[in-house]
């Protein structure tokens, strides 16, 4: 069945995702060539391409990490293939040290890099504003306003990389690429597959001198981008008063509902800014000498009204201009559209009186539902294997980015500091020095190859004294069971792809204690666990079980649910130990839902009655 994002029907109209609708503009595009690490709110970009390349001659690779996606893409693009590289905001900080010399390089085919932002942290351990990665590297960015916007912005963003010579970022943020919205068809541009690279050193290796001139280069393309900027239909007025109102993003479309429900209309002119850098400066000017005040409507930080406040002055112009404040609009998380339409009546002193928020004091309080390990995860137990086999001993658990950071809630509270992607196998070693705790540190398969190989082989080599426990689950699984180097390709139907050990890699680095358990086999790992956390030195154990969601993908799953019998004497300890959603009390009796339960038996395993058996088939 052909893929519905490659439908051959210009004009036709079909309801898709933010991040759909970017994969269509992409293959409208002719992207030939894409690459990626999985980040939400970004995923589902890669998944569509990954599927679309199944069917056409689009190249598409899971990268290792962001750093090597960008790079990989920026070879094709230098050998004068379109290119896409797909991440999230913080994926960006890996492919920093890429970015910044590629834009000194620049490209021949387009490239085109979507950075994913995520206000408010919905699935991110930071919200960092990623349009001052444009302005630090000196490259265009465009940010679309809607879904239909992001799907037309993808074919013009690879147009003006090719224009410019130079790799454009495309920034969106988590309500456009999770929201969905109708999308018009454009033609389907053939991609050019092949491409060849002319050797030219003096361009293309960036050697002091070399860089020298090339920064030469990328200044003046930056003045050549601010032009565009300027004349660019992603930068429009709408509307002729005096009141500005000047806004990005999703923001743009608070920021109409806003003037309509205010019925100011004919008193304000919106000046939204789509091709955000170079930021448009004759075209902000022109905007501010019409006016009388200037509100800037941004999510995220003052990147806009930094600029905005910068070209008034820059004109002579004294004009009231203002955005983040703390009666207005705040640095912090999303915008709605109701705190634009409050925030634009105070600053414009419009008479406004919000909707009575309904008398809800008589519903009762809904019942938290915190983030939690699926049940039967293998992580819940390998989590409590260590926390078996530590019992007594004051313990740090460093921990990583994926699933297992879940771990974090109670009742088993085993990770005390993550940072970022990679960060346990580095902090575990500054643990282990400055102090006389015993160190644990969790990371996933995937993550271990994304970042944490180096901080184990500086770990190896300085002879730090810590345990490093790899969660191997088979799949890179908190953003959607995409592949690693690690994933064994023909379980997804496809050849022609390596596969790299984990054990393998470990004992090559030179681990001196190596030990690969089973977790559900709970009391041979808190064996082998114990025996880890007794070696002097660095001692690494992979705990090996599939993600229980991917092996039912699989069909790989023989779930057989488990039930608590009359055996039970309350003791609770699976209930107090494990959490698992799978629990839950009836009349303080504790019973497994039988539907929920995949049938590990990890709780079968702790039960001190035996109460816990298998249901009859």
Same mark, same amino acid.
């Given at each position: 069945m052909t893929h519905k994002l490659l439908t051959d029907g210009p004009g036709e109209k079909m309801m898709l995702l933010g991040n759909e609708a970017i994969a269509r503009g992409a293959v409208e595009a002719g992207v030939a060539f894409a690459s990626t690490y999985p980040g939400t709110p970004s995923s589902e970009i890669s998944l569509n391409l990954f599927q679309i390349s199944k069917q056409t001659?689009?190249?598409?690779?899971?990268?290792?990490?962001?750093?090597?996606?960008?790079?990989?893409?920026?070879?094709?693009?230098?050998?004068?293939?379109?290119?896409?590289?797909?991440?999230?905001?913080?994926?960006?900080?890996? %492919?920093?040290?890429?970015?910044? &010399?590629?834009?000194?390089?620049?490209?021949?085919?387009?490239?085109?890099?979507?950075?994913?932002?995520?206000?408010?942290?919905?699935?991110?351990?930071?919200?960092?504003?990623?349009?001052?990665?444009? !302005?630090?590297? @000196?490259?265009?960015?465009?940010? #679309?306003?809607?879904?239909?916007?992001?799907?037309?912005?993808?074919?013009?963003?690879?147009?003006?990389s090719e224009k410019l010579g130079e790799p454009v970022l495309l920034r969106t943020t988590t309500r456009i690429n999770h929201s969905t919205g109708i999308v018009s068809f454009g033609q389907v541009q053939t991609p050019q597959t092949r491409g060849d690279f002319t050797k030219d050193p003096f361009n293309y290796v960036c050697v002091p001198a070399v860089s020298r001139k090339l920064h030469v280069r990328l200044l003046e393309n930056m003045d050549r981008a601010e032009e565009l900027a300027a004349a660019s239909e992603f930068n429009f007025v709408e509307g002729d008063g005096t009141w500005g109102v000047i806004c990005n993003g999703v923001s743009y479309s608070y920021v109409a509902d806003a003037v309509q429900d205010l019925d100011i209309g004919d008193r304000t002119r919106v000046l939204r800014i789509g091709f955000s850098h170079p930021v448009p400066g004759s075209?902000?000017?022109?905007?501010?000498?019409?006016?009388?005040?200037?509100?800037?409507?941004?999510?995220?930080?003052?990147?806009?009204?930094?600029?905005?406040?910068?070209?008034?002055?820059?004109? @002579?112009l004294t004009l009231p201009v203002r955005g983040k404040d703390k009666d207005l609009f705040s640095r912090l998380y999303e915008f709605d559209p109701a705190l634009v339409r409050g925030a634009m009546a105070r600053f414009f002193g419009v008479p406004y009186s919000p909707p009575v928020t309904p008398d809800l004091s008589d519903l009762p309080e809904l019942p938290q539902r915190p983030p939690n390990l699926c049940a039967g995860c293998s992580h819940r137990a390998t989590y409590y294997a260590v926390k078996k086999a530590a019992e007594g001993s004051d313990t740090i658990y460093p921990s990583d980015i994926g699933c297992y950071t879940l771990g974090f809630l109670p009742p088993l509270s085993m990770a005390d500091f993550v940072v970022c992607m990679g960060a346990s196998v580095g902090a575990a070693c500054g643990f282990s020095k400055v102090t006389d705790k015993k160190v644990v540190a969790f990371i996933g398969d995937s993550t271990f190859f994304h970042s944490g190989m180096a901080g184990l082989v500086n770990a190896v080599f300085n002879n730090?004294?810590?345990?490093?426990?790899?969660?191997?689950?088979? &799949?890179? %699984?908190?953003?959607?069971?995409?592949?690693? #180097?690690?994933?064994?390709?023909?379980?997804?139907?496809?050849?022609?792809?390596?596969?790299?050990?984990?054990?393998?890699?470990?004992?090559?680095? @030179?681990? #001196?204690?190596?030990?690969?358990?089973?977790?559900?086999?709970? !009391?041979?790992?808190?064996?082998?666990?114990?025996? %880890?956390?007794?070696?002097?030195?660095?001692?690494?154990?992979?705990?090996?079980? %599939?993600?229980?969601?991917?092996?039912?993908?699989?069909?790989?799953?023989?779930?057989?649910?488990?039930?608590?019998?009359?055996?039970?004497r309350h003791d609770r300890g699976c209930l107090d130990d494990l959490g698992c959603p799978a629990f839950y009390l009836r009349n303080e009796q504790v019973m497994i839902d039988p539907d929920l339960c995949v049938g590990c038996a990890v709780c079968a395993q702790l039960c001190p009655e035996n109460a816990i058996l298998p249901l009859k088939a």
């Open positions: 001659d689009l190249y598409f690779e899971y990268s290792t990490n962001e750093k090597v996606a960008l790079e990989v893409s920026a070879a094709a693009a230098n050998a004068g293939v379109r290119a896409m590289c797909i991440m999230k905001h913080v994926g960006v900080n890996v %492919a920093a040290d890429v970015l910044m &010399t590629l834009a000194y390089i620049g490209v021949k085919g387009g490239l085109v890099i979507l950075t994913a932002d995520d206000p408010f942290m919905f699935s991110s351990q930071n919200e960092q504003d990623n349009r001052y990665y444009a !302005k630090l590297s @000196g490259l265009p960015m465009l940010e #679309p306003s809607s879904v239909a916007e992001a799907k037309e912005m993808v074919p013009r963003a690879f147009d003006l075209l902000i000017k022109d905007f501010l000498k019409a006016c009388d005040k200037v509100l800037v409507v941004e999510e995220g930080e003052p990147y806009m009204e930094e600029a905005v406040k910068a070209f008034a002055q820059e004109a @002579g730090h004294n810590f345990t490093l426990v790899i969660l191997d689950n088979s &799949t890179t %699984a908190m953003t959607g069971h995409q592949p690693h #180097p690690g994933v064994d390709m023909t379980d997804m139907n496809m050849d022609g792809y390596g596969r790299v050990s984990i054990e393998a890699v470990v004992r090559a680095i @030179g681990a #001196p204690h190596v030990t690969v358990i089973k977790p559900f086999k709970v !009391k041979k790992s808190i064996e082998a666990v114990r025996e %880890a956390l007794e070696f002097k030195g660095v001692s690494v154990i992979i705990s090996r079980e %599939a993600c229980t969601l991917y092996a039912k993908s699989l069909n790989r799953l023989n779930s057989r649910a488990f039930y608590v019998s009359d055996k039970c």
